[in-house]
């Protein structure tokens, strides 16, 4: 396959997206490596409603967020490898000094999705509830039931 058939075959390729309890289709942007985890969303001035970012971790863990350097306030959702909701944190607000507090899960989570503020309550994304996923490759987890 040539460089330019394969730029073309990945810019055509849909973005993954999930669609909320309410019908509303948001697109993700993922976090996978380490890297792309620990930037998250810092330094951006905003995220418009309709999308968010999605990290994806190896297994399930209690994976604290902060929000150091984010400069937009945010919710954030952790879910289960089958995509079901299992805590939501409305409002997480920016923090650009420290200490900055850490946003930790009561429960193991694999995934944690990063959206607006007021999104989650807006589109129905509340703990009990499923989103649908496409597009993200590994996820949900073959197997996983919600």
Not at 1 to 11: G, N, Q, R
Not at 87 to 111: K, M
Not at 115 to 120: D, E, N, Q, V
Request: hydrophobic letters at 45%.
């Amino acid at each position: 396959m040539t460089p330019i058939l394969a730029l073309a075959l990945a810019l055509a390729a849909p973005p993954p997206t999930c669609v909320a309890p309410d019908g509303t289709t948001i697109t993700l942007e993922l976090a996978i490596s380490d890297e792309e985890r620990a930037q998250g969303l810092m330094y951006r001035d905003q995220l418009p409603d309709g999308r968010g970012m999605l990290f994806l971790f190896q297994r399930d863990d209690y994976y604290p967020f902060w929000m150091k350097n984010t400069f937009i306030t945010l919710d954030i959702v952790w879910l289960s490898g089958a995509g079901e909701v299992l805590e939501v944190r409305r409002g997480a607000v920016p923090c650009r000094v420290e200490p900055c507090p850490s946003y930790v899960p009561s429960v193991r989570a694999r995934a944690v999705l990063e959206l607006p503020a007021g999104a989650a309550e807006r589109h129905g994304i509340r703990p009990g509830t499923t989103l649908a996923f496409a597009n993200v490759p590994g996820f949900p987890v073959a197997g996983r039931r919600p």
